[in-house]
């Protein structure tokens, strides 16, 4: 009976079970930081695009060029918004992502951000 009791660790079943939800969250996690990776790029794009100074088709056509060279697919220019006050562009976006999980599950990441030029 002491030797019983003595005994540590996990059984087969505990085993399975812990396999099965670190591999959900490493299938959920490889699908999540591509989605993050891509819009830490946008953020960088409309903060250049933000700086490039000129007017909104500036700004617009830098976000395009940056949005080519990062692949950025999730957004285009027409999807942001410009505003311009007194020598500062600020560039405001949002964008819904979907990750397909199983079966009739998604997960909904919404992402939203904004730049603002350092100004004249």
Do not use: C, W
Not at 29 to 45: L, R, T
Not at 68 to 90: C, E, F, H, R
């Amino acid at each position: 009976m002491s030797s019983l009791r003595k005994q540590r660790g996990l059984s087969l079943i505990s085993l399975i079970v812990l396999g099965i939800i670190l591999g959900s969250i490493f299938v959920v996690g490889s699908q999540v930081v591509p989605s993050a990776v891509e819009y830490m790029n946008i953020k960088k794009a409309a903060k250049k695009a933000a700086n490039a100074g000129g007017n909104a088709f500036d700004a617009r056509r830098s976000f395009d060029l940056s949005a080519a060279a990062d692949y950025i697919t999730t957004i285009s220019s027409k999807d942001i918004q410009i505003v311009q006050n007194n020598g500062k562009t600020t560039i405001n976006f949002s964008y819904d992502k979907e990750i397909h999980l199983v079966g009739p599950a998604f997960l909904l990441i919404r992402y939203e951000g904004s730049e603002s030029s350092s100004g004249y």
